[in-house]
């Protein structure tokens, strides 16, 4: 039970449906959607692309549908000639927002109203001034629920969270604190239009994947994820600590980059682990381009972010061109050594490392060594090794069910015991050892470029994963756990989409581990079908702008790479869907 405004106890359930009531009449104020739409959408397996702009099509026009499938950069410049207006953009934007939510819930809060009311302002502002506001002019933008706004809740999914600080009643700071991050936003020219959700949580239900509804959009920040591939913003930010940017973004067919920590402020966020520093939450970007997430990157150092917050690096955009990068040597790391990735996910390496030899690039091969213990268990010992008692707290407010992939945390509805501060101590200075040992051998890799210099930035999987249905995630947080352990950037790209007609497990293949048996075990060609293949890049740490340079080399290459198959028509190895 929780006690409302009124003083009187409610149940959870009753404290869910008076919120989805308030949203819903949010909605209805947009785009409505009748709910034999709503249903026969719920019954395809994909409804990005065609889909959701067939609809959108009829609800807002063809010309809501071209404004919203145009990157970033090119409705700023669209916005800054006078060719559209941030209220035609923020207008369409919400409309489509609007429409991803009614499909698969991933509005927590909706805030189309404020947006619509700063979109006004800046119309007002360059027609006074005939220019726009800053580089991130009009642009509708969607954050991970972990971010305040003000005049918006902030939930992060938990119900007892609603109408309340973070947990806490009559504080004064309800709806009227605003993360730095979301500071800077507003005063790039971004438009903030709602929060997504955490991937399950008991407000919204599952988030299932856009581009397969029978898969899961994985986590945490799947609902960003899902926004994004949908495109119902111009960009979006989530949230990452061992994986919770890269893997939803890779599962959902976008770009995303997690950034060292330091590099983009977490000021005034939403943050259940607060006095665990040795490897800090960090805000990630997503969007639909690499180019995206250098504009909006680039944007947030510019508001020299380190002034306000003593968290945030003093290190402004480097300007990395491509002069400054002659001959890139790549590094491929097919799997962990561990865990082999599923055939889509292993032939989207194998097209990576085609289009970069196509461009006279080969890749090294990539073994680096291992913490002292699985990347998964020193990456969880350190940070949940206080047994994680605020998600606790913030599920018994309203006594929610835990969901199920939080019931590991809280055998039987209690708290375990945390480690000692000797142990956390003991595990950190181990993470230390690690990030000494994997700097040294990256380092040693300079006697095998040709160049003098190191490895430039290293192909890995993302996942093993071409898809998990919900409940099924087993092993492969490592991909990417390993990375907030070492502190190091990556950036995720798309490649391929899984095809049942020529991902199969290869003949005579022999598993790593046990977990790799058990993990391979998990693959459906036909239930994976049309499920996104991904890899990322990853580079040494603080070093987001070469790799976002590097990134760009990777994408074009893979890009050119499939108008070179697509023109000799050979067998469909990129399979688009």
């Known amino acids: 039970m929780c006690d409302n405004k009124a003083g009187i106890s409610d149940s959870w359930e009753e404290i869910v449906d008076r919120k989805l009531s308030a949203d819903n009449a949010k909605i209805e104020n947009y785009f409505q959607l009748d709910e034999d739409v709503i249903s026969r959408a719920k019954s395809r397996k994909k409804i990005t692309g065609k889909c959701i702009e067939d609809i959108l099509e009829d609800l807002a026009g063809r010309e809501a549908v071209v404004i919203t499938s145009l990157d970033a950069n090119h409705l700023v410049k669209l916005m800054a000639e006078g060719q559209l207006t941030a209220t035609e953009v923020v207008t369409a934007f919400c409309a489509r927002a609007a429409i991803a939510h009614q499909l698969s819930g991933l509005l927590l809060e909706i805030g189309f109203d404020a947006a619509l009311a700063r979109a006004k302002e800046l119309d007002e502002y360059y027609q006074k001034h005939g220019t726009t506001v800053g580089p991130l002019h009009g642009l509708p933008v969607t954050l991970k629920d972990q971010f305040h706004i003000r005049d918006l809740e902030t939930t992060m999914g938990y119900v007892g969270w609603i109408g309340t600080f973070e947990g806490s009643k009559h504080t004064g700071k309800e709806k009227n604190v605003e993360s730095q991050l979301v500071q800077e936003l507003w005063k790039l020219g971004a438009v903030p239009i709602g929060k997504a959700p955490e991937t399950n949580n008991n407000i919204l239900g599952y988030t299932l994947n856009p581009h397969n509804q029978l898969l899961s959009t994985g986590g945490s920040s799947g609902g960003e994820a899902a926004m994004q591939a949908l495109r119902g913003s111009a960009f979006g930010i989530g949230t990452d600590i061992g994986g919770s940017v890269s893997m939803?973004?890779?599962?959902?067919?976008?770009?995303?980059?997690?950034?060292?920590?330091?590099r983009i402020s977490f000021k005034d966020a939403a943050d259940q682990g607060r006095g665990q520093t040795a490897i800090p939450t960090v805000a990630g970007i997503m969007g639909p381009s690499v180019a995206?997430?250098?504009?909006?990157?680039?944007?947030?150092?510019?508001?020299?972010?380190?002034?306000?917050?003593?968290?945030?690096?003093?290190?402004?955009?480097?300007?990395?061109?491509?002069?400054?990068?002659?001959?890139?040597?790549?590094?491929?790391?097919?799997?962990?050594?561990?865990?082999?990735p599923h055939p889509p996910i292993s032939r989207a390496l194998k097209i990576v490392e085609a289009a970069l030899r196509n461009i006279g690039i080969n890749c090294l091969p990539w073994n680096p060594p291992k913490p002292s213990m699985?990347?998964?268990?020193?990456?969880?010992?350190?940070?949940?090794?206080?047994?994680?008692?605020?998600?606790?707290?913030?599920?018994?407010?309203?006594?929610?069910?835990?969901?199920?992939?939080?019931?590991?945390?809280?055998?039987?509805?209690?708290?375990?015991?945390?480690?000692s501060v000797d142990t956390h101590e003991s595990l950190v200075a181990q993470m230390k050892d690690f990030r000494n040992r994997y700097n040294d051998y990256w380092m040693s890799s300079a006697r095998h470029t040709g160049t003098s210099?190191?490895?430039?930035?290293?192909?890995?999987?993302?996942?093993?994963?071409?898809?998990?249905?919900?409940?099924?995630?087993?092993?492969?947080?490592?991909?990417?756990?390993?990375?907030?352990?070492?502190d190091l950037p990556n950036v995720v790209i798309p490649v391929a989409f899984a095809s049942k007609n020529i991902d199969e497990v290869p003949t005579g293949y022999k598993p790593l581990s046990e977990q790799d048996a058990e993990n391979m075990k998990l693959y459906d060609p036909e239930v994976c079908h049309g499920a996104p293949a991904a890899i990322q890049i990853f580079g040494r740490r603080l070093d987001e702008e070469r790799l976002l340079l590097l990134a760009e080399i990777v994408d074009s290459a893979v890009r050119n790479y499939e108008k070179t198959l697509e023109m000799q028509a050979p067998e469909p190895q990129m399979h688009k869907l």
């Open 292 to 340: 995206t997430l250098r504009l909006v990157f680039q944007s947030l150092l510019s508001t020299k972010p380190w002034l306000s917050d003593p968290y945030t690096l003093p290190i402004p955009w480097t300007g990395t061109s491509k002069n400054e990068i002659s001959n890139p040597v790549f590094a491929l790391m097919p799997h962990d050594g561990i865990v082999s």
């Open 374 to 419: 699985p990347v998964s268990e020193l990456h969880g010992k350190i940070v949940r090794g206080n047994a994680c008692p605020e998600p606790f707290k913030a599920i018994q407010l309203s006594n929610e069910p835990v969901v199920p992939e939080m019931e590991g945390l809280y055998p039987d509805r209690t708290l375990r015991e945390p480690i």
């Open 453 to 486: 210099r190191p490895v430039d930035a290293v192909i890995a999987p993302v996942t093993p994963y071409a898809g998990f249905q919900p409940g099924e995630f087993k092993h492969g947080a490592e991909y990417t756990t390993f990375l907030n352990l070492l």
């Open 248 to 262: 939803p973004a890779a599962l959902q067919s976008i770009y995303s980059l997690k950034p060292s920590s330091g």
